[in-house]
């Protein structure tokens, strides 16, 4: 498997896979869900944020996002027309698998990890501030989540820095994964379940829920595949600086 990853990849590919197997192995403890916790509201933000973020590139207008206590969310918005309100519904699953990657790509193409731990904190406390101000739980969750990284990115050291933000790309992979995962159980014909995103996209198309959540995951697998091709590759930034070291580019 070592010829299909690049040598400069290595040490970033080995902190992966360590924020990974620490969550298998939470996954596997009893009662210890809470742990992870903080993760899983943290990656249902970037989802609902996805929904927010694709609304106000459509020309809509963002009402309301909520984030509850169980790790679910919904957001409020005013669309426009019928592909808008498509692309909006399809942002909150692929949106936060799409997420997880651009942390993956962040941290291998060299920027500084601190910056994206600031820039991240910064993205939860915009959505908080701008859109979350009528949920009390929302505001909550988002400033102490927002500030909680800010504060990762200033104070902890290199590694765990590193080892943060992959940690951050792994619960947003897997949990849009668990996620579609369920939202293929909801959408199975005569199962029943809450309202979706893919029934929103039945409405829309005429093509029943299960089509869009097959879809969905097919494309989060898409994305998850390049991402780690893309991860695994060689860069051109390794030749000439340390894995460890070509983070602290950004750092004044």
């Known amino acids: 498997m070592s010829r299909w990853i690049a040598r400069d990849a290595r040490p970033q590919i080995r902190t992966l896979l360590l924020a990974l197997a620490v969550t298998v192995i939470i996954g596997f403890i009893p009662f210890a869900?809470?742990?992870?916790?903080?993760?899983?509201?943290?990656?249902?933000?970037?989802?609902?944020?996805?929904?927010?973020?694709?609304?106000?590139?459509?020309?809509?207008?963002?009402?309301?996002?909520?984030?509850?206590?169980?790790?679910?969310?919904?957001?409020?918005?005013?669309?426009?027309?019928?592909?808008?309100?498509?692309?909006?519904a399809s942002a909150g699953y692929l949106g936060a698998m799409?997420?997880?990657?651009?942390?993956?790509?962040?941290?291998?193409?060299a920027v500084a990890v601190r910056a994206v731990l600031y820039g991240t904190g910064t993205y939860i406390?915009?959505?908080?501030?701008?859109?979350?101000?009528?949920?009390?739980?929302?505001?909550?969750?988002?400033?102490a989540l927002g500030l909680g990284l800010v504060a990762a990115g200033r104070y902890t050291n290199l590694r765990l820095a590193n080892f943060l933000v992959a940690f951050l790309a792994v619960q947003c992979i897997i949990g849009a994964l668990f996620d579609l995962r369920t939202l293929i159980s909801f959408?199975?014909?005569?199962?029943?379940?809450?309202?979706t995103d893919a029934d929103n996209m039945a409405r829309l198309t005429g093509l029943p829920p299960i089509f869009w959540a097959l879809t969905w995951?097919?494309?989060?697998?898409?994305i998850l595949i390049g991402s780690l091709r893309a991860y695994a590759s060689h860069t051109s930034d390794a030749l000439t600086t340390p894995p460890l070291r070509r983070y602290e580019r950004l750092r004044a």
């Open 217 to 222: 995951t097919i494309l989060a697998f898409v």
């Open 33 to 88: 869900d809470f742990l992870t916790y903080p993760f899983r509201l943290f990656v249902t933000f970037i989802h609902e944020g996805g929904h927010a973020v694709a609304t106000l590139l459509t020309g809509g207008n963002v009402q309301n996002l909520q984030v509850a206590p169980n790790g679910s969310g919904l957001v409020y918005s005013v669309l426009g027309g019928r592909l808008a309100q498509m692309l909006v």
């Open 98 to 109: 799409a997420f997880g990657a651009l942390l993956l790509a962040l941290i291998r193409r």
């Open 125 to 143: 406390l915009a959505l908080t501030v701008f859109f979350g101000l009528s949920n009390l739980f929302t505001v909550i969750a988002g400033v």
């Open 187 to 195: 959408s199975v014909p005569l199962t029943g379940g809450p309202q």
